[in-house]
Nanobody, 120 residues
Framework: QVQLVESGGGLVQPGGSLRLSCAASGFTFSRYAMSWYRQAPGKERELVAAITEAGDSTNYADSMKGRFVISRDNAKNTVYLQMNSLKPEDTAVYTC?????????????WGQGTLVTVSS
């Protein structure tokens, strides 16, 4: 069964940290670029961070640079999002996505998301 399962969300105080995990199964994880998105209440979904298939390149949304770190372990079929210095505006459902590209063909797989709440 092809799936992505996120974990690690929860309630954290402002300034705190969380590490999200996204475990992949049912497909060749190392062939897929991975990314994290988030959607806050009443807002559109936005890209948080992305990482290449081999993990040799990453990119981040401007508001996350210096606070969030995306990484992956292809041996464990898992991508991570380390979130530091969390702010109330980081409250959102965080979802991981796998994307495979070949020429003009592509395939995307989405997880169900995990809720992160930043509040005192």
């Amino acid at each position: 069964q092809v799936q992505l399962v996120e974990s690690g969300g929860g309630l954290v105080q402002p300034g705190g940290s969380l590490r999200l995990s996204c475990a992949a199964s049912g497909f060749t994880f190392s062939r897929y670029a991975m990314s994290w998105y988030r959607q806050a209440p009443g807002k559109e979904r936005e890209l948080v961070a992305a990482i290449t298939e081999a993990g040799d390149s990453t990119n981040y949304a401007d508001s996350m640079k210096g606070r969030f770190v995306i990484s992956r372990d292809n041996a464990k079929n898992t991508v991570y999002l380390q979130m530091n210095s969390l702010k109330p505006e980081d409250t959102a459902v965080y979802t991981c996505k796998a994307r495979w590209d070949q020429g003009d063909r592509y395939l995307e797989i989405w997880g169900q998301g995990t809720l992160v709440t930043v509040s005192s």
